[in-house]
């Protein structure tokens, strides 16, 4: 019985390592979704995503605003695949201010590696047979 108390509590010590900072990163994302995505459209005025994603997406509320900043983030992650597709001006996202491609890059790459982890972390719970904590 002690034993179980004893792995209980590890579970519940690496669930709180894990979750707490997720929930703090979301949190977080659900702010900066809301302040920068505006913004950083602004500065691809040529690219044609933009207005593409604005039309499809502006009935969505604040999902859609959510789905416009990752896939900004995710063409200014990879700006020469997609400026060979004809999706993004190149030079524009080269001009991309710094700071805010810091910012959306740390918020969803943090978001993504702390999803991977509790991921991994819950595959590990059932190959190993552990109790669950909830």
Request: hydrophobic share 50%.
């Amino acid at each position: 019985m002690k034993k179980l108390r004893n792995e209980l509590c590890t579970i519940g010590l690496i669930l709180l390592f894990l979750f707490a900072p997720l929930i703090l990163t979301e949190i977080w994302l659900i702010y900066m979704i809301h302040r920068f995505t505006e913004k950083a459209e602004s500065f691809l005025p040529k690219s044609t995503f933009v207005e593409a994603n604005r039309a499809a997406y502006s009935q969505a509320g604040f999902i859609g605003k959510g789905m416009r900043n990752g896939f900004l983030t995710l063409v200014l992650m990879i700006p020469g695949p997609c400026a060979r597709r004809g999706i993004v001006d190149i030079t524009e996202a080269k001009n991309f201010p710094k700071d805010l491609k810091r910012i959306l890059f740390v918020s969803w790459g943090s978001c993504f590696v702390f999803f991977i982890s509790l991921m991994v972390f819950g595959l590990y719970l059932r190959c190993t047979d552990q109790p669950a904590v909830f």
